[in-house]
């Protein structure tokens, strides 16, 4: 594990970030669910997984 590499800049903390909404996105029905995965869907029941 090599995690702690200086390679990468820091990323901005600014919440714009379209993977943090895009993951919670029901693959099922499309909607958005309410907490981070892995949760379920509030419409459908679908498992909604963080890939
Ligand atoms: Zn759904």
């Not at 958005?32 to 909604?48: K, L, S």
């Amino acid at each position: 594990m090599s995690e702690g590499t200086a390679s990468r800049p820091p990323e901005p903390d600014e919440g714009g970030d379209p993977a943090c909404w895009l993951r919670r996105v029901c693959p099922s029905c499309g909607r958005m669910a309410d907490e981070d995965p892995p949760t379920t869907c509030p419409a459908c029941g679908a498992e909604v997984d963080p890939d």
